[in-house]
Protein backbone atom coordinates (compact mmCIF):
# COMPACT_ATOMS: atom_id res chain seq x y z
CA UNK A 1 0.00 0.00 0.00
CA UNK A 2 2.20 2.48 -1.37
CA UNK A 3 -0.30 5.12 -1.87
CA UNK A 4 0.86 8.61 -3.27
CA UNK A 5 4.83 8.76 -2.89
CA UNK A 6 6.65 11.73 -3.01
CA UNK A 7 10.77 12.37 -3.29
CA UNK A 8 12.66 13.70 -2.10
CA UNK A 9 12.05 14.60 1.40
CA UNK A 10 13.84 17.39 2.28
CA UNK A 11 16.23 19.84 -0.64
CA UNK A 12 18.35 22.45 -0.13
CA UNK A 13 18.20 24.91 -3.53
CA UNK A 14 20.61 28.03 -4.27
CA UNK A 15 18.64 30.83 -5.69
CA UNK A 16 18.48 29.98 -9.27
CA UNK A 17 18.96 26.41 -9.36
CA UNK A 18 16.36 24.00 -10.71
CA UNK A 19 14.56 21.20 -9.44
CA UNK A 20 11.67 18.66 -9.93
CA UNK A 21 10.03 17.39 -7.01
CA UNK A 22 8.52 13.74 -8.14
CA UNK A 23 5.09 12.63 -6.98
CA UNK A 24 3.84 9.12 -7.87
CA UNK A 25 0.64 7.09 -6.85
CA UNK A 26 -0.54 3.62 -7.50
CA UNK A 27 -4.14 3.45 -6.97
CA UNK A 28 -4.91 4.48 -10.44
CA UNK A 29 -5.90 7.93 -10.07
CA UNK A 30 -6.73 10.08 -12.24
CA UNK A 31 -7.43 13.56 -10.29
CA UNK A 32 -3.81 14.54 -9.38
CA UNK A 33 -2.64 17.79 -6.78
CA UNK A 34 -0.48 19.78 -5.18
CA UNK A 35 -0.41 22.02 -2.94
CA UNK A 36 2.12 24.36 -1.34
CA UNK A 37 1.63 25.34 2.80
CA UNK A 38 3.75 28.10 4.38
CA UNK A 39 4.56 28.47 8.17
CA UNK A 40 1.38 28.72 9.83
CA UNK A 41 -0.71 28.40 6.97
CA UNK A 42 -3.29 26.19 5.05
CA UNK A 43 -2.46 24.62 1.83
CA UNK A 44 -3.02 26.39 -1.37
CA UNK A 45 -3.19 24.69 -4.74
CA UNK A 46 -0.60 25.18 -7.11
CA UNK A 47 -1.48 22.82 -10.36
CA UNK A 48 -3.70 19.82 -10.45
CA UNK A 49 -4.49 17.30 -13.36
CA UNK A 50 -7.91 15.63 -13.82
CA UNK A 51 -6.07 12.71 -16.44
CA UNK A 52 -2.98 12.22 -18.17
CA UNK A 53 -2.16 15.07 -20.63
CA UNK A 54 -4.28 17.60 -18.85
CA UNK A 55 -3.43 19.63 -16.54
CA UNK A 56 -4.09 23.25 -15.33
CA UNK A 57 -3.53 26.15 -13.17
CA UNK A 58 -4.03 26.57 -9.26
CA UNK A 59 -4.50 29.46 -6.92
CA UNK A 60 -0.36 29.87 -6.79
CA UNK A 61 1.06 28.48 -9.92
CA UNK A 62 3.42 31.32 -10.64
CA UNK A 63 7.27 30.13 -10.74
CA UNK A 64 6.25 26.56 -11.29
CA UNK A 65 5.41 24.04 -14.40
CA UNK A 66 3.67 20.50 -14.51
CA UNK A 67 3.46 17.70 -16.83
CA UNK A 68 1.06 14.48 -16.85
CA UNK A 69 2.42 12.00 -19.55
CA UNK A 70 1.02 9.20 -17.22
CA UNK A 71 -1.89 8.23 -14.90
CA UNK A 72 0.64 7.38 -11.73
CA UNK A 73 3.35 10.32 -12.13
CA UNK A 74 2.85 14.27 -11.51
CA UNK A 75 5.95 16.29 -11.04
CA UNK A 76 6.24 19.52 -10.23
CA UNK A 77 9.16 21.60 -11.93
CA UNK A 78 10.81 24.56 -10.52
CA UNK A 79 12.48 26.62 -12.68
CA UNK A 80 14.05 29.53 -11.33
CA UNK A 81 13.84 28.80 -7.35
CA UNK A 82 13.45 32.06 -5.13
CA UNK A 83 13.55 32.43 -1.49
CA UNK A 84 9.54 32.84 -1.42
CA UNK A 85 8.91 29.17 -2.97
CA UNK A 86 10.71 27.71 0.67
CA UNK A 87 7.74 25.96 1.98
CA UNK A 88 6.48 22.68 2.33
CA UNK A 89 5.32 20.58 -1.06
CA UNK A 90 2.65 18.19 -0.65
CA UNK A 91 0.93 16.10 -3.64
CA UNK A 92 -2.36 14.48 -3.47
CA UNK A 93 -4.56 12.25 -6.02
CA UNK A 94 -8.10 10.84 -5.63
CA UNK A 95 -10.05 8.63 -7.64
CA UNK A 96 -13.77 10.20 -8.28
CA UNK A 97 -14.74 13.47 -9.69
CA UNK A 98 -15.03 16.85 -8.14
CA UNK A 99 -18.85 15.86 -7.08
CA UNK A 100 -17.95 12.71 -5.34
CA UNK A 101 -17.32 12.63 -1.66
CA UNK A 102 -13.86 10.56 -2.38
CA UNK A 103 -11.45 12.14 -0.17
CA UNK A 104 -8.24 13.14 -1.65
CA UNK A 105 -4.98 11.18 -0.65
CA UNK A 106 -1.63 13.07 0.40
CA UNK A 107 1.84 12.17 0.04
CA UNK A 108 4.16 12.69 2.90
CA UNK A 109 5.44 16.14 1.51
CA UNK A 110 8.63 17.55 0.65
CA UNK A 111 10.56 20.29 2.52
CA UNK A 112 12.40 22.80 0.49
CA UNK A 113 14.12 25.51 1.55
CA UNK A 114 15.60 28.17 -0.97
CA UNK A 115 19.05 29.77 -0.10
CA UNK B 1 -14.84 33.38 -4.14
CA UNK B 2 -14.54 30.16 -1.84
CA UNK B 3 -13.28 30.94 1.59
CA UNK B 4 -12.68 29.15 5.09
CA UNK B 5 -12.14 30.77 8.01
CA UNK B 6 -11.20 29.07 11.56
CA UNK B 7 -10.86 31.92 13.71
CA UNK B 8 -8.72 30.07 16.56
CA UNK B 9 -4.73 30.09 15.88
CA UNK B 10 -4.72 27.61 18.92
CA UNK B 11 -6.56 25.80 21.48
CA UNK B 12 -5.83 23.66 24.38
CA UNK B 13 -7.72 20.89 26.12
CA UNK B 14 -6.95 18.34 29.02
CA UNK B 15 -7.10 14.97 28.21
CA UNK B 16 -10.54 13.23 28.07
CA UNK B 17 -12.25 16.49 28.13
CA UNK B 18 -13.83 17.30 25.48
CA UNK B 19 -13.28 20.17 22.90
CA UNK B 20 -15.02 22.33 19.66
CA UNK B 21 -12.77 23.16 16.65
CA UNK B 22 -14.67 26.00 14.99
CA UNK B 23 -15.07 26.51 11.03
CA UNK B 24 -16.96 28.62 8.78
CA UNK B 25 -16.77 28.91 5.25
CA UNK B 26 -18.49 31.09 2.05
CA UNK B 27 -19.61 29.26 -0.86
CA UNK B 28 -22.79 30.33 -3.25
CA UNK B 29 -23.03 26.35 -4.37
CA UNK B 30 -25.57 24.08 -2.89
CA UNK B 31 -23.79 21.15 -2.97
CA UNK B 32 -20.49 20.53 -1.76
CA UNK B 33 -18.56 18.47 0.93
CA UNK B 34 -16.60 19.52 3.75
CA UNK B 35 -13.60 17.81 5.69
CA UNK B 36 -11.37 18.03 8.86
CA UNK B 37 -8.29 17.02 8.24
CA UNK B 38 -5.27 16.20 11.25
CA UNK B 39 -1.47 17.72 10.71
CA UNK B 40 0.34 16.42 13.22
CA UNK B 41 4.08 16.77 13.54
CA UNK B 42 5.15 14.61 11.45
CA UNK B 43 3.08 16.58 8.62
CA UNK B 44 1.21 13.90 7.40
CA UNK B 45 -2.53 15.07 6.19
CA UNK B 46 -4.65 12.69 7.78
CA UNK B 47 -8.41 13.02 6.99
CA UNK B 48 -10.44 12.82 10.10
CA UNK B 49 -13.76 13.09 9.37
CA UNK B 50 -16.23 14.49 6.24
CA UNK B 51 -19.72 15.73 5.62
CA UNK B 52 -22.10 15.88 2.51
CA UNK B 53 -23.56 18.97 2.12
CA UNK B 54 -27.28 17.74 1.12
CA UNK B 55 -27.14 15.48 4.24
CA UNK B 56 -28.44 16.58 7.08
CA UNK B 57 -27.65 14.23 9.60
CA UNK B 58 -24.13 15.32 11.19
CA UNK B 59 -21.37 12.86 10.71
CA UNK B 60 -19.13 10.63 13.21
CA UNK B 61 -16.30 8.76 13.39
CA UNK B 62 -15.56 7.13 16.49
CA UNK B 63 -15.00 10.16 19.09
CA UNK B 64 -14.83 12.77 16.50
CA UNK B 65 -17.94 14.77 15.26
CA UNK B 66 -19.24 17.85 13.54
CA UNK B 67 -22.02 20.34 13.79
CA UNK B 68 -22.75 21.25 10.38
CA UNK B 69 -24.84 24.24 10.57
CA UNK B 70 -25.63 25.33 6.51
CA UNK B 71 -27.41 27.87 6.08
CA UNK B 72 -24.78 29.62 8.57
CA UNK B 73 -22.02 27.70 6.57
CA UNK B 74 -20.79 26.63 9.85
CA UNK B 75 -18.81 23.57 10.43
CA UNK B 76 -17.34 22.67 13.65
CA UNK B 77 -15.38 19.89 14.65
CA UNK B 78 -16.00 18.20 18.73
CA UNK B 79 -13.62 15.87 19.55
CA UNK B 80 -14.27 13.83 22.47
CA UNK B 81 -11.78 11.92 25.04
CA UNK B 82 -9.50 13.90 24.31
CA UNK B 83 -6.41 11.63 23.90
CA UNK B 84 -2.34 13.17 23.65
CA UNK B 85 -2.63 11.72 19.88
CA UNK B 86 -4.91 14.33 18.83
CA UNK B 87 -2.00 17.01 19.59
CA UNK B 88 -1.88 18.24 15.88
CA UNK B 89 -2.83 21.26 13.70
CA UNK B 90 -6.22 20.97 12.26
CA UNK B 91 -7.75 22.05 9.04
CA UNK B 92 -11.19 22.44 8.09
CA UNK B 93 -11.33 22.06 3.96
CA UNK B 94 -14.31 22.98 1.20
CA UNK B 95 -14.49 21.09 -1.67
CA UNK B 96 -16.47 22.45 -4.21
CA UNK B 97 -17.26 21.89 -8.24
CA UNK B 98 -13.38 23.29 -9.14
CA UNK B 99 -12.49 19.85 -7.62
CA UNK B 100 -9.92 21.26 -5.42
CA UNK B 101 -9.78 21.40 -1.31
CA UNK B 102 -9.85 25.00 -0.27
CA UNK B 103 -8.07 25.01 3.13
CA UNK B 104 -8.65 27.63 6.56
CA UNK B 105 -5.48 28.62 7.68
CA UNK B 106 -5.56 25.96 10.62
CA UNK B 107 -5.85 25.32 14.35
CA UNK B 108 -3.15 24.27 16.63
CA UNK B 109 -4.54 22.03 19.28
CA UNK B 110 -2.68 20.81 22.33
CA UNK B 111 -3.80 17.85 24.52
CA UNK B 112 -2.29 18.40 27.94
CA UNK B 113 -1.94 15.25 30.89
Known amino acids: NAGVTQTPKFRILKIGQSMTLQCAQD?????MYWYRQDPGMGLKLIYY???????DKGEVPNGYNVSRSTTEDFPLRLELAAPSQTSVYFC??????????????FGDGTRLSIL | AQTVTQSQPEMSVQEAETVTLSCTYDTSENNYYLFWYKQPPSRQMILVIR??????QNATENRFSVNFQKAAKSFSLKISDSQLGDTAMYFCAFWGSQGNLIFGKGTKLSVKP
Open chain 1, 27 to 31: MNHNY
Open chain 1, 49 to 55: SVGAGIT
Open chain 1, 92 to 105: ASRSGPPDSNQPQH
Open chain 2, 51 to 56: QEAYKQ
